[in-house]
């Protein structure tokens, strides 16, 4: 039988995939808390330390358009619910790691399994919210739970690793995770594309593995290696040649895991540059943040996550308001709003300084938490609009992986901007300066008031690049033509 779930299940199975990517997005940055722990633990370099996130990032990257198209083939419950599974049994073994090695292959498993989620929840609201504006309202509410658990993990992590020890982030996964395995058996329907798979790209899925493998290493690495660096050419190289076989592949094979074709299609190629830009300046600017506050502000890594609570609560309210707007206004109208406003919020931390307060952190991002939220219903149900039904899974995972890549890239080049914007400033700043005392103490205080008025500067400038690069990314959404949006989305029922 095709029918959608009725009246309250829907709603069930929206909150249950809610918990599922709430719980991935959690993982994430309540592990970065852990972190000072887990060196101290093993005896580690914080270097060496940094390849724990790494490692996660590489198999998350690499797994999310293979899930993806498993979901659309085999079931995207069936999917769900093993990923889900092993994510929680990665969780376990990473709580009980004895060193580096065993850590990286533990959060490995996580990652690969944690990949299963985006594309698989994405497709489920998809399929089982079938009208158009319930949908938008749909993926607008699961996708605020992103910035939720960016927020609630700090404020969670810190007292779990405080009272508990660094340990527990990974185990509370458990008690979490089985609730939601629980939740999944009992109200998600079983969906999977009514085309039949006979074939499995798995050449397309190495060659892309190892594409986004060496883009995610050198964005990630990039900063320390050097970006002309022996170990960065490298990267460049790789990613050059095997996008190339993967293009060479993916038109060659029946079932291609990512079908090109999405890119013949102006409205879907627009969104993902809308979603990259967006995410590259949020992600790029908003990294910065926790340190701004806790270098020149003195704060604390718990009053640092304090910051961004009024940022979770706007993105939330938000995401379901903009929703609502799905038949009413054009999604390029409010996409392009929504995205000048967060352009806004970002611009608005070019005046922060030593002096600044709690609000004028909260404020601003407040504002860009809003703009971010108010278009992000409308952005993923673009993308679910203009794709078969039978290829949502695929398309929403290259939604997933544009997203991912954007961030890592705003965060690496941006943070590459803040180090030479430093030095630049630190060189102007002394040839405008003079000092005519001689006294040690005065050269220490000069040299300090250089280097502290250098690095503010150099924060503002990255926030002013950022917020350009968001507004200058809003107007691509102005081109988004679409047609009357698909609300016959059907789901096959086992």
């Excluded at 993806?68 to 889900?84: A, E, H, M, P």
């Amino acid at each position: 039988m095709d029918t959608a779930p009725k009246n309250n299940l829907r709603w069930w199975i929206l909150l249950t995939v809610i918990i599922g990517t709430f719980l991935g997005r959690l993982d994430q940055t309540i592990v970065n808390l852990a972190l000072p722990k887990i060196i101290n633990t093993f005896g580690i370099t914080v270097s060496a330390a940094g390849w724990i996130a790494t490692a996660y990032i590489l198999a998350n990257a690499i797994f999310v358009p293979i899930w993806g198209k498993l979901g659309d083939t085999i079931g995207r419950k069936k999917v769900y619910i093993i990923g889900f599974s092993i994510f929680i049994f990665g969780s376990v073994l990473a709580g009980f790691a004895w060193n580096l090695t065993s850590m990286i292959v533990f959060r490995v498993i996580q990652a690969i399994a944690g990949s299963a989620d985006y594309p698989t929840a994405m497709a489920i609201i998809a399929v089982t919210f079938s009208e158009g504006k319930e949908r938008a309202q749909a993926l607008g509410i699961w996708s605020s739970s992103f910035a939720a658990a960016t927020v609630i993990g700090p404020l969670l992590g810190g007292p779990l690793i405080d009272t508990f020890g660094w340990r527990s982030v990974f185990l509370v996964n458990l008690p979490i995770g089985l609730l939601g395995i629980y939740m999944a058996l009992r109200f998600i329907k079983e969906s999977k594309s009514k085309i039949k798979s006979i074939f499995f790209d798995w050449w397309g899925a190495i060659t892309l593995g190892g594409v986004l493998s060496a883009i995610v290493l050198v964005l990630d690495q990039g900063p320390d290696w050097g970006w002309l660096s022996t170990e960065s050419m490298i990267c460049y190289f790789t990613t050059v040649i095997l996008f190339w076989l993967f293009i060479k592949i993916e038109n060659k094979v029946p079932e291609p895991i990512v079908d090109l074709k999405f890119f013949k299609i102006p409205a879907f190629v627009n969104a993902l540059f809308n979603n990259f830009v967006v995410f590259m300046g949020m992600m790029g600017g908003v990294f910065l943040i926790p340190v701004f506050a806790q270098t020149f502000l003195g704060y604390n890594a718990t009053e640092s996550g304090y910051l961004f609570m009024p940022m979770a609560a706007a993105i939330m309210l938000a995401a379901p308001l903009g929703g609502n707007l799905t038949g009413k206004v054009q999604s390029r109208y409010v996409i392009f709003a929504s995205t000048v406003v967060a352009a806004i919020g970002i611009f608005l931390f070019t005046g922060l300084d030593a002096k600044s307060t709690a609000l004028d952190i909260m404020i601003p991002l407040s504002i860009m938490a809003f703009g971010l939220g108010f278009g992000m219903a409308q952005r993923t149900n673009i993308i679910a609009s203009v794709v078969p039904q039978s290829e949502i899974g695929v398309a929403s995972s290259i939604l997933a992986l544009v997203r991912n890549v954007a961030g890592a890239f705003g965060i690496a080049i941006f943070a590459t901007i803040l180090n030479n914007r430093i030095t630049t400033n630190v060189l102007t700043i002394n040839s405008f300066s003079k000092l005519t005392s001689h006294i040690p103490i005065d050269i220490q205080k000069y040299i300090g008031l250089i280097a502290l008025k250098a690095q503010i500067d150099a924060y503002d400038y990255v926030f002013l690049v950022a917020a350009i690069i968001i507004f200058v990314g809003s107007f691509a959404t102005l081109f988004l033509k679409l047609k009357k949006e698909r609300t016959d989305i059907k789901v096959q029922v086992e």
